[in-house]
Nanobody, 125 residues
Framework: VQLVESGGGSVQAGESLRLSCVVS????????YGWFRQAPGKERESVAS????????KYKDSVKGRFIITSDSAKSTIYLQMNSLEFDDTAVYYC???????????????????RGQGTQVTVSS
């Protein structure tokens, strides 16, 4: 199983980035997915989650209205569109997968069966 993130970079506050996570080695539609991040000296925090079954999404309060999580089954890819980026969004961003064969709506995922290696997002103020 592989989850490979890309799309990170260095941007100014207020700008946007779109992260991608290509998933392989598992049945894409049998999993729920999420993005989480970790900044130096801080605890890991979940940012957004999506259920493949009903397409429902959940977000951390501080990113609601700015971040959008989507999925593309044909491409086995999860996306995180990040708009109006803030300095506090600076972190390594990871995608993760959790088995969810029945496609139930999930909360903001905190534990994952699989995760990627991460992509760095740096926002300067």
């Amino acid at each position: 199983v592989q989850l490979v993130e890309s799309g990170g970079g260095s941007v100014q506050a207020g700008e946007s980035l779109r992260l991608s996570c290509v998933v392989s080695g598992l049945t894409f539609d049998s999993y729920a997915y999420g993005w989480f991040r970790q900044a130096p000296g801080k605890e890991r925090e979940s940012v957004a989650s999506i259920s493949r079954g009903d397409g429902s999404t959940k977000y951390k309060d501080s990113v609601k209205g700015r971040f959008i999580i989507t999925s593309d089954s044909a491409k086995s890819t999860i996306y995180l569109q990040m708009n109006s980026l803030e300095f506090d969004d600076t972190a390594v961003y990871y995608c993760g997968a959790v088995l969810n064969e029945l496609g139930w709506s999930v909360g903001l995922l905190k534990d994952f069966d699989y995760r990627g290696q991460g992509t760095q997002v740096t926002v300067s103020s």
